[in-house]
Antibody, heavy 119, light 108 residues
Framework: QVQLEESGPGLVRPSETLSLTCTIS????????WNWIRQPPGKALEWIGF???????NYNPSLKSRVTISVDRSRNRFSLNLSSVSAADTAVYYC??????????????WGQGTLVTVS | SYELTQPPSVSVSPGQTARIACSAD??????AYWFQQKPGRAPVLVMS???ERPSGIPERFSGSSSGPTVTLTISGVQAEDEADYYC???????????FGGGTKLTVL
Protein backbone atom coordinates (compact mmCIF):
# COMPACT_ATOMS: atom_id res chain seq x y z
CA GLN A 1 0.00 0.00 0.00
CA VAL A 2 1.48 3.30 -1.11
CA GLN A 3 1.65 5.95 1.59
CA LEU A 4 2.56 9.61 1.23
CA GLU A 5 3.47 11.98 4.06
CA GLU A 6 3.95 15.72 3.85
CA SER A 7 6.35 17.55 6.13
CA GLY A 8 7.53 21.12 6.58
CA PRO A 9 6.88 24.36 8.44
CA GLY A 10 3.29 25.23 9.26
CA LEU A 11 3.96 28.95 9.31
CA VAL A 12 5.74 31.01 6.68
CA ARG A 13 6.34 34.77 6.63
CA PRO A 14 5.01 36.86 3.72
CA SER A 15 7.48 37.26 0.82
CA GLU A 16 9.47 34.21 1.95
CA THR A 17 9.64 30.74 0.39
CA LEU A 18 7.33 27.91 1.37
CA SER A 19 9.14 24.55 1.38
CA LEU A 20 7.51 21.14 1.81
CA THR A 21 8.66 17.56 1.37
CA CYS A 22 6.61 14.47 0.58
CA THR A 23 8.04 11.08 1.58
CA ILE A 24 6.85 8.02 -0.34
CA SER A 25 6.65 4.56 1.22
CA UNK A 26 5.27 1.22 0.10
CA UNK A 27 5.82 1.79 -3.58
CA UNK A 28 8.24 2.71 -6.32
CA UNK A 29 8.91 6.32 -7.22
CA UNK A 30 9.34 5.41 -10.87
CA UNK A 31 6.62 5.25 -13.55
CA UNK A 32 4.44 7.93 -11.95
CA UNK A 33 4.27 11.69 -11.66
CA TRP A 34 4.42 13.11 -8.15
CA ASN A 35 2.11 16.01 -7.53
CA TRP A 36 1.47 18.92 -5.21
CA ILE A 37 -2.14 20.05 -4.82
CA ARG A 38 -3.44 22.71 -2.46
CA GLN A 39 -6.76 23.74 -0.95
CA PRO A 40 -7.29 27.18 0.64
CA PRO A 41 -9.66 27.09 3.61
CA GLY A 42 -13.22 26.56 2.41
CA LYS A 43 -12.20 26.54 -1.25
CA ALA A 44 -11.61 24.10 -4.07
CA LEU A 45 -8.61 21.97 -4.87
CA GLU A 46 -5.90 23.53 -7.04
CA TRP A 47 -3.18 21.55 -8.82
CA ILE A 48 0.25 23.12 -8.34
CA GLY A 49 2.55 20.89 -10.36
CA PHE A 50 4.35 17.55 -10.63
CA UNK A 51 7.73 15.96 -11.09
CA UNK A 52 8.60 12.65 -12.70
CA UNK A 53 11.29 10.26 -11.49
CA UNK A 54 13.42 11.58 -14.32
CA UNK A 55 13.17 15.11 -12.94
CA UNK A 56 10.85 16.35 -15.69
CA UNK A 57 8.38 18.88 -14.31
CA ASN A 58 5.05 20.45 -15.23
CA TYR A 59 3.54 23.42 -13.41
CA ASN A 60 0.20 25.19 -13.22
CA PRO A 61 0.55 28.21 -15.52
CA SER A 62 -0.92 30.48 -12.83
CA LEU A 63 1.88 29.56 -10.37
CA LYS A 64 4.70 28.67 -12.72
CA SER A 65 6.83 31.74 -12.02
CA ARG A 66 7.01 30.94 -8.30
CA VAL A 67 7.09 27.12 -8.17
CA THR A 68 9.92 24.60 -8.18
CA ILE A 69 9.31 20.88 -7.65
CA SER A 70 12.22 18.48 -7.38
CA VAL A 71 12.74 14.77 -6.74
CA ASP A 72 15.26 13.01 -4.48
CA ARG A 73 15.40 9.47 -5.83
CA SER A 74 17.84 8.22 -3.21
CA ARG A 75 15.44 9.15 -0.40
CA ASN A 76 12.19 8.32 -2.21
CA ARG A 77 10.81 11.80 -1.75
CA PHE A 78 9.98 14.97 -3.62
CA SER A 79 9.78 18.61 -2.62
CA LEU A 80 7.90 21.83 -3.29
CA ASN A 81 9.30 25.34 -3.14
CA LEU A 82 6.86 28.24 -3.58
CA SER A 83 8.53 31.64 -3.51
CA SER A 84 7.29 35.13 -2.62
CA VAL A 85 4.30 33.84 -0.67
CA SER A 86 1.37 35.95 0.47
CA ALA A 87 -1.75 35.32 2.55
CA ALA A 88 -3.40 33.96 -0.62
CA ASP A 89 -1.02 30.98 -0.42
CA THR A 90 -2.44 29.90 2.95
CA ALA A 91 -3.84 26.43 2.31
CA VAL A 92 -3.71 22.74 3.08
CA TYR A 93 -1.01 21.32 0.84
CA TYR A 94 -1.36 17.73 -0.36
CA CYS A 95 1.08 15.52 -2.18
CA UNK A 96 -0.38 12.88 -4.49
CA UNK A 97 0.69 10.14 -6.86
CA UNK A 98 -0.44 10.58 -10.42
CA UNK A 99 -0.09 9.28 -13.93
CA UNK A 100 -0.59 10.35 -17.50
CA UNK A 101 -2.23 8.33 -20.24
CA UNK A 102 -3.75 9.00 -23.64
CA UNK A 103 -6.75 10.70 -22.11
CA UNK A 104 -5.01 12.96 -19.63
CA UNK A 105 -3.83 13.07 -16.03
CA UNK A 106 -5.18 11.40 -12.90
CA UNK A 107 -4.36 10.85 -9.23
CA UNK A 108 -4.86 7.96 -6.86
CA UNK A 109 -2.90 8.03 -3.57
CA TRP A 110 -2.83 11.22 -1.50
CA GLY A 111 -1.04 12.33 1.66
CA GLN A 112 -3.09 13.47 4.63
CA GLY A 113 -2.29 17.11 3.90
CA THR A 114 -0.47 19.78 5.87
CA LEU A 115 -1.77 23.26 6.68
CA VAL A 116 0.58 26.08 5.81
CA THR A 117 -0.31 29.54 7.05
CA VAL A 118 1.32 32.66 5.63
CA SER A 119 1.43 35.32 8.32
CA SER B 1 -8.08 29.51 -17.83
CA TYR B 2 -9.81 26.18 -18.38
CA GLU B 3 -12.70 25.39 -16.01
CA LEU B 4 -14.76 22.39 -15.01
CA THR B 5 -18.24 23.51 -13.94
CA GLN B 6 -20.06 21.82 -11.06
CA PRO B 7 -23.17 22.88 -9.12
CA PRO B 8 -22.18 24.30 -5.73
CA SER B 9 -24.62 22.10 -3.85
CA VAL B 10 -26.93 19.12 -4.17
CA SER B 11 -29.38 17.97 -1.51
CA VAL B 12 -31.16 14.63 -1.27
CA SER B 13 -32.99 12.60 1.35
CA PRO B 14 -31.59 9.27 2.53
CA GLY B 15 -32.37 6.45 0.11
CA GLN B 16 -32.84 8.79 -2.86
CA THR B 17 -30.54 9.20 -5.85
CA ALA B 18 -28.02 12.03 -6.05
CA ARG B 19 -26.63 13.16 -9.38
CA ILE B 20 -23.68 15.54 -9.59
CA ALA B 21 -22.75 16.91 -13.00
CA CYS B 22 -19.46 18.30 -14.26
CA SER B 23 -19.26 20.14 -17.57
CA ALA B 24 -16.52 21.37 -19.92
CA ASP B 25 -16.04 21.21 -23.68
CA UNK B 26 -13.00 18.94 -23.51
CA UNK B 27 -14.80 16.30 -21.45
CA UNK B 28 -16.06 14.85 -24.72
CA UNK B 29 -12.47 13.71 -25.40
CA UNK B 30 -10.81 13.62 -21.95
CA UNK B 31 -11.61 11.26 -19.11
CA ALA B 32 -12.94 12.58 -15.81
CA TYR B 33 -12.29 11.42 -12.27
CA TRP B 34 -14.34 12.01 -9.12
CA PHE B 35 -13.09 12.56 -5.60
CA GLN B 36 -15.01 12.51 -2.33
CA GLN B 37 -13.71 14.73 0.44
CA LYS B 38 -15.00 14.73 4.00
CA PRO B 39 -14.16 17.55 6.43
CA GLY B 40 -10.53 17.55 7.50
CA ARG B 41 -9.67 14.59 5.28
CA ALA B 42 -7.78 14.09 2.04
CA PRO B 43 -9.78 13.46 -1.13
CA VAL B 44 -10.61 9.85 -1.99
CA LEU B 45 -10.98 8.62 -5.57
CA VAL B 46 -14.51 7.26 -6.06
CA MET B 47 -14.75 7.12 -9.87
CA SER B 48 -12.07 6.71 -12.50
CA UNK B 49 -12.13 7.23 -16.27
CA UNK B 50 -15.74 8.42 -16.25
CA UNK B 51 -17.30 5.07 -15.30
CA GLU B 52 -14.78 2.82 -13.52
CA ARG B 53 -15.33 2.30 -9.81
CA PRO B 54 -12.07 1.75 -7.88
CA SER B 55 -11.75 -1.23 -5.58
CA GLY B 56 -13.44 -0.66 -2.22
CA ILE B 57 -15.93 1.94 -3.45
CA PRO B 58 -19.57 0.89 -2.84
CA GLU B 59 -21.65 -0.22 -5.83
CA ARG B 60 -24.11 2.61 -5.23
CA PHE B 61 -21.52 4.93 -6.83
CA SER B 62 -21.63 5.01 -10.63
CA GLY B 63 -20.48 7.32 -13.38
CA SER B 64 -21.62 8.28 -16.85
CA SER B 65 -20.55 10.53 -19.68
CA SER B 66 -22.46 12.29 -22.44
CA GLY B 67 -20.68 14.77 -24.66
CA PRO B 68 -19.30 17.65 -22.59
CA THR B 69 -20.91 16.45 -19.32
CA VAL B 70 -19.93 13.71 -16.91
CA THR B 71 -22.17 12.70 -14.03
CA LEU B 72 -21.50 11.00 -10.72
CA THR B 73 -24.58 9.14 -9.50
CA ILE B 74 -25.06 7.89 -5.96
CA SER B 75 -28.03 5.53 -5.68
CA GLY B 76 -29.65 4.92 -2.32
CA VAL B 77 -27.76 7.77 -0.67
CA GLN B 78 -26.64 7.17 2.88
CA ALA B 79 -25.79 9.68 5.59
CA GLU B 80 -22.11 8.76 5.27
CA ASP B 81 -22.11 10.00 1.67
CA GLU B 82 -22.46 13.59 2.83
CA ALA B 83 -19.25 15.24 1.62
CA ASP B 84 -17.74 17.53 -1.00
CA TYR B 85 -17.30 15.98 -4.43
CA TYR B 86 -14.76 17.19 -6.99
CA CYS B 87 -14.46 16.26 -10.63
CA UNK B 88 -10.99 16.33 -12.18
CA UNK B 89 -9.82 16.15 -15.75
CA UNK B 90 -7.22 17.72 -18.04
CA UNK B 91 -7.27 21.10 -19.75
CA UNK B 92 -8.42 21.38 -23.34
CA UNK B 93 -4.88 21.14 -24.72
CA UNK B 94 -4.06 18.09 -22.59
CA UNK B 95 -1.29 19.97 -20.84
CA UNK B 96 -2.18 19.91 -17.14
CA UNK B 97 -4.72 18.61 -14.61
CA UNK B 98 -7.67 20.71 -13.49
CA PHE B 99 -10.31 20.39 -10.77
CA GLY B 100 -13.90 21.50 -10.70
CA GLY B 101 -15.13 23.93 -8.10
CA GLY B 102 -16.64 21.16 -5.98
CA THR B 103 -20.18 20.18 -5.04
CA LYS B 104 -21.37 19.92 -1.46
CA LEU B 105 -23.70 16.94 -1.12
CA THR B 106 -26.10 17.33 1.78
CA VAL B 107 -28.11 14.35 3.02
CA LEU B 108 -31.29 15.79 4.52
Amino acid sequence: QVQLEESGPGLVRPSETLSLTCTISGGSISNYCWNWIRQPPGKALEWIGFVYYSGTTNYNPSLKSRVTISVDRSRNRFSLNLSSVSAADTAVYYCARGWEDSSGYAFDYWGQGTLVTVS
Amino acid sequence: SYELTQPPSVSVSPGQTARIACSADALSKQHAYWFQQKPGRAPVLVMSKDTERPSGIPERFSGSSSGPTVTLTISGVQAEDEADYYCQSTDSSGSYPVFGGGTKLTVL
